[in-house]
């Protein structure tokens, strides 16, 4: 056998041995990633969690190799780290796991596409790369925007304040872009026979320069940002466990749920405040808030009676306007339904419709308005592709499936001698971006996020979620009042700082899942903009798009180069 022929059995060989090792790093990336997510931690780990990945994609043999390494990543990432979901569904939580998990598989196939061959542009092409497919998995099939990149690095105060400019994506965007000069810095030292420090002084320098930029501009923005002392806020949790909110499961109880945070809720009278919170889905069927009891029949007319009564009189004990989530019948377009006649000209169509809503009373206890969750979850509040697929009726734990809401509706309430609007996001909300900078857009001054994740129980759900809400509020540059059924609860200032949390203590430790009790305080504001109020996600997506389109033609050039030879 000739040396070159034995010196390529001799690398096929290496390499027929070492087949699992691009698969054992591709899984690292995934779980290192997954490890730098709320709760667990530490958010340094994003800054090279991707790089194992980007190295074995830079080495594999094809495009299709690529994207097949990019998806065991993605596997590794979601299967674990979506698992909360399969408290509502074990077949609707492997099925997103799995179609999340080809978003990573076409990463996989960009850094095998574009690995080295856009010359200084690579960090900027793969970064602008994981910004477009991120937005994609944000959007496309009504959307799953948990686990943005940018939400590793909560932790990092200054860090964040970066996210005011371009979003959680433009912020993610950098995280990603570290990746890619230390996988660029890696890869010049493989490739080259003596190692020198000159080699990796450019992918460091990048990858540093691109952590000092948000860092300084978060140190300059947190000492001009001009913050004042808003409305007295007081948000009610009664953790109630889910199996009493459900029919199916022969324990469904609204008259406790709703006598749970009636009581809890009285032990605020003589507080001065302006604004009482109820999380999502308190008052239940056959509870209705938005007609009048004696337009309805038998027991849903005792009920709402009984329910609406009770909220007068407390809204009358505390002085305090009221935001109740509830379940109501009928498109808002109606209002409320006072009198028969009104009742009779509303169609049997929209009596059936139903709605996951945040209704707004005054202090005297008059509904004023009413905002429908617009994002509401698949297979958790609807069932996709039903008359498709009616098995998939069996599969949820729910029987009405809800309708999505259609306007961004801004309340108004008085605080003293002056007025103040806000918007609200109901649970899975407040995920997307663009939904609060739409109501900031519309005069909110500070927005409410009102969620039940007693469905995922203590999971690391809540963490994440909260940590959502802690973004929006940076992006906007508002107050945020967050009030979950069992946590996580709190006031968060414009500025990302959780001033308040609701806990409770336990064991000599303090716990804010599944506690029970009322929070008060004072919320701050800002009447400030950010630069993302008035962009929105619009420039980094330009600036991504054009990225890539720079990043093809180099590539395209140098073929046209080589060919050329």
């Not at 780990?45 to 690529?66: D, I, M, T, Y």
């Not at 989530?325 to 377009?333: D, E, S, T």
């Not at 940590?467 to 990302?496: M, Y």
């Amino acid at each position: 056998m000739k040396g070159s022929e034995l010196s390529a059995a001799h690398e096929f060989q290496g390499a027929f041995r070492l087949w699992w090792l691009p698969i054992v790093l591709a899984l690292l990336s995934g779980w290192l990633l997954l490890l730098s997510f709320p709760p667990h931690g530490p958010g340094f780990l994003a800054f090279f969690a991707l790089v194992p990945l980007l190295h074995v994609a830079e080495r594999s043999r094809s495009l299709r190799q690529g994207f097949l390494l990019g998806a065991v990543s993605g596997l590794a990432f979601f299967i674990p780290g979506a698992h909360w979901i399969s408290y509502v569904s074990s077949l609707g939580w492997i099925a997103l796991a799995v179609y999340c998990a080809l978003y990573f598989g076409v990463f996989g196939l960009l850094c095998r596409l574009f690995y080295l061959r856009s010359g200084a542009l690579y960090p900027f092409v793969l970064a602008a790369g994981w910004t477009v497919l991120e937005q994609a998995r944000f959007s496309l099939l009504s959307g799953f925007a948990w686990f943005p990149i940018s939400h590793t690095q909560h932790g990092f105060h200054h860090f964040i304040q970066f996210a005011d400019l371009f979003g959680t994506h433009g912020l993610g965007a950098v995280v990603v872009g570290v990746n890619a000069a230390l996988a660029a810095g890696l890869a010049r030292w493989r490739r080259c026979q003596t190692f020198t420090p000159r080699l990796l002084l450019g992918p460091v320098a990048a990858a540093l320069a691109l952590l000092a930029v948000p860092s300084l501009y978060g140190i300059w923005r947190l000492q001009t940002l001009e913050i004042v002392p808003s409305l007295r806020v007081a948000v009610v949790q009664a953790s109630i466990p889910q199996e009493l909110k459900e029919v199916f499961t022969g324990v469904y109880s609204p008259r406790k749920i709703l006598e749970d945070y009636l009581a809890l809720s009285r032990t605020l009278v003589g507080q001065d405040l302006d604004l009482v919170v109820w999380p999502e889905t308190v008052v239940l069927p056959p509870y209705q808030l938005n007609v009048a009891p004696d337009l309805l029949n038998g027991s849903s007319a005792r009920s709402s009676q009984l329910a609406q009564s009770e909220l007068v009189r407390l809204a009358r004990q505390l002085d305090s306007h009221l935001l109740i989530g509830a379940i109501v019948r009928l498109p808002p377009r109606h209002g409320y339904v006072g009198d028969a006649e009104q009742a009779l000209r509303i169609p049997q169509a929209d009596w059936n419709q139903r709605y996951n809503s945040a209704i707004l009373f005054d202090r005297q206890g008059r509904y004023v308005d009413r905002y429908d969750k617009i994002h509401i979850v698949p297979f958790g509040e609807y069932i996709p592709l039903r008359s498709t697929f009616p098995f998939l009726a069996d599969l949820v734990p729910f029987q009405v499936m809800l309708s999505p809401g259609q306007r961004h509706t801004v309340f108004r309430l008085e605080a003293g001698e002056s007025e103040t609007a806000f918007g609200t996001m109901i649970c899975y909300d407040d995920m997307f971006s663009g939904l609060a900078r739409s109501l900031r857009r519309s005069g909110a001054d500070f927005l409410v996020n009102i969620s039940n994740d007693a469905w995922y129980q203590t999971s690391s759900e809540l963490d994440q979620h909260f940590v959502a809400a802690r973004f929006r509020a940076i992006e906007n540059r508002v107050g945020l009042v967050r009030s979950g059924n069992n946590g996580i609860t709190g006031l968060i200032g414009p500025d990302g700082v959780v001033d308040q949390l609701l806990g409770s203590e336990v064991d000599g430790e303090v716990v804010y899942k599944d506690s029970h009790g009322v929070l008060v305080g004072r919320l701050r504001t800002s009447v400030q903009r950010s630069l993302f109020f008035w962009l929105g996600n619009w420039a980094v997506f330009l600036l991504s798009a054009l990225l890539l389109l720079l990043g093809y033609a180099r590539l395209v050039s140098r073929k046209a180069a080589k060919s050329a030879k």
